[in-house]
């Protein structure tokens, strides 16, 4: 799985145009700014915004030690050296007026000591970032250091949660403490190998599911600078991996496991606080549906509630079945719930068919003649309600020297949300 952040300013003779890209693991998901044109139209530069600018020195890479006698694939094969950077080599020519700096976030080493994870989400978080300058390309990665890879690299073993591993305990007393560990939230990684943000302060975030696995890192040299604090009273252990980040606000989802339901929180720029927008209550299963993406318009935020629902006593086994910690309950049935950001008010909550999804690839609202909203539609890439999806993902699976196709067919799919509202109603 990976996650980038493109940020670049373009200027030239037809459009200029600033973006934020953000994209998810396997399948990219993107938000992206607002174009505005220029009155001047002679500059054909292209620039950073808000990102790193200076090339680093140079440093010759090392070479590739031959996969082909392990008969892997080198994607799924851990990385060498836990820093690097150098110019690549370039076949043909990168444009001289292309200039900036593409970060890219996801697991990168699944090997620690004698231990080999199982798992493509357990890979400790490698950051990599290209940046272009006058026609060259310098390219750095560094793992992103974490509690749960510091620790592991002390002491040569796992010892935190990850996504499909669980520390091997001394003994009894060690197991009994890793539990009540668990349910503090203390026991769980902060292994943020999953998104990678930048805020509309500026601050680039490497973010997780765990809501203690949000790190700040340097752009410029990946250095990590320190875990993100948020300063609220929110509480909890999970939020969605992928927020949606512009440059006025961030808004994200926060799995309630107590009380079923979702919180649906915003954080302004500059703040380290996140305030609450509203609440959907679960209209199904015993636990709230998985969500690690969630799709927005303009004036609603869509929750989507998945079938696919978190298990408690998943988390406590020692070893994982092949849903992990999440449970299929098809009777539970599956809904998309519409919420107003502004007013916090839920104005849908529609019942769709069953689906399986990581990432939400757009939203937008349906309006009618008179300018009435008329429904939210939201695409996604889904797995045709097929929960194999996870346990196909294992490592073993994807290093396959088989030729074949090892994973279940995804599909893109429509969710039409219908309801009739007048939306000036809603924003004010």
């Not at 529609?350 to 990432?359: A, C, G, R, W």
């Amino acid at each position: 799985m990976a996650s980038s952040l493109v940020s670049f300013l373009a200027t030239g003779n037809y459009i200029s145009s600033s973006c934020r890209a953000i994209s998810n693991h396997d399948i990219d998901s993107c938000t992206f700014g607002q174009a505005s044109f220029p009155n001047k139209r002679k500059s054909r530069e292209l620039s950073v915004v808000s990102v790193a600018t200076e090339l680093p020195l140079v440093v010759q890479q090392q070479p590739w030690k031959g996969v082909e006698k392990e008969k892997k694939l080198v994607a799924w094969t851990s990385i060498q050296q836990d820093r690097w950077e150098g110019e690549l080599v370039v076949e043909g020519t990168i444009p001289r007026w292309l200039n900036g700096t593409y970060l890219r976030n996801g697991p990168g080493l699944w090997h620690l000591g004698d231990y080999d994870f199982r798992h493509l989400f357990d890979g400790y978080a490698t950051m990599v970032r290209l940046h272009f300058d006058n026609g060259r390309l310098v390219m750095g990665h560094r793992q992103i250091e974490s509690d749960a890879y510091k620790a592991a690299r002390k002491n040569n073993k796992l010892c935190y949660r990850e996504f499909s591993e669980v520390p091997k305990y001394d003994n009894f007393l060690a197991y009994i403490g890793d539990l009540a560990n668990l349910f503090s939230g203390a026991s769980l990684t902060d292994n943020a190998n999953t998104g990678v943000v930048q805020l509309g302060d500026g601050r680039v975030v490497c973010l997780t599911e765990t809501i203690k696995g949000s790190i700040v890192i340097d752009p410029n040299n990946l250095d990590t600078l320190g875990k993100f604090e948020y300063s609220d009273t929110l509480g909890g252990l999970v939020h969605s991996a992928h927020p949606i980040v512009t440059e006025s606000e961030f808004l994200t989802l926060l799995p309630d496991l107590l009380n079923p339901g979702y919180l649906v929180a915003r954080m302004e720029p500059g703040s380290n606080e996140r305030k609450v927008i509203g609440r959907v209550d679960c209209r199904g299963g015993p636990s709230p549906g998985w969500v690690h993406s969630f799709p927005v318009t303009e004036h609603y935020v869509i929750v989507p509630e998945m079938p696919l629902r978190y298990c408690a006593q998943n988390l406590l086994r020692a070893e994982p079945t092949p849903l992990y910690k999440f449970e299929w309950h098809p009777e539970s049935k599956a809904y998309m719930h519409v919420m107003c950001k502004a007013s916090g008010k839920l104005v849908a909550s529609v019942e769709v068919p069953l689906f399986v999804t990581f990432h939400f690839i757009n939203a937008y609202e349906e309006k009618d003649e008179d300018g009435r909203v008329t429904g939210v539609i939201a695409d996604c890439c889904e797995h045709n309600a097929n929960t194999t999806i996870l346990d196909k993902l294992r490592l073993k699976n994807l290093r396959s020297w088989s030729g074949e196709d090892v994973l279940p067919d995804a599909r893109y799919n429509y969710i039409y949300t219908p309801y009739k509202i007048e939306l000036r109603s809603l924003i004010t």
